[in-house]
């Protein structure tokens, strides 16, 4: 699998999009980062939205950082972030889908906490993986879609 590198200016113009997508179809009262790498667009959206209530999930999804790494069963350590949610919008934002495996089972999560509703931001989606995937999420904002292993500006 080739891989594509992204700068700050391309996930800048990226979160831009996706801001203004939001702006003109949700209200989002909290934010939910998935760690680590939604941290960075998260708080970037938070800043381009007025939202304050950003909350990071931390879910494990690689083996290791390398580039490729191997996939494992998602890991999700702290869900008490997600106490509170209940009956309000909440914006799931993450820096990319592959498989989409992740956002599945934190969108069931979250949907257990009776948000009033849930939409999903993503910077990158990797059609490679996800073509192979029968029920593939819905994602409402998207960046850019790829086929490639991306590397972010944020990563080593």
Do not use: C
């Not at 999700?76 to 599945?104: A, F, P, Y």
Request: aromatic share 6%; no cysteine.
């Amino acid at each position: 699998m080739r891989t594509k590198k992204f700068t700050w200016e391309d996930i800048s113009k990226l979160i831009n999009k996706i801001a203004n997508e939001v702006k003109n179809d949700f209200n989002p009262d909290v934010i939910i980062a998935i760690q680590r790498g939604g941290f960075i667009p998260a708080v970037y959206l938070s800043h381009l939205l007025n939202v304050r209530d950003i909350r990071p999930l931390n879910i494990i999804r690689t083996k290791d950082d390398k580039v490729m790494s191997e996939k494992i069963i998602p890991i999700i350590k702290n869900k008490m972030v997600l106490n509170g949610i209940r009956g309000k919008n909440v914006l799931i934002v993450d820096d990319i889908v592959g498989s989409g495996e992740s956002l599945k089972i934190v969108q069931k999560i979250i949907l257990s906490k009776k948000p009033k509703e849930i939409k999903k931001a993503i910077i990158l989606i990797n059609e490679i993986n996800l073509n192979k995937t029968k029920d593939k999420p819905i994602v409402n904002y998207i960046g850019k879609r790829i086929k490639a292993w991306a590397i972010f500006p944020w990563e080593k």
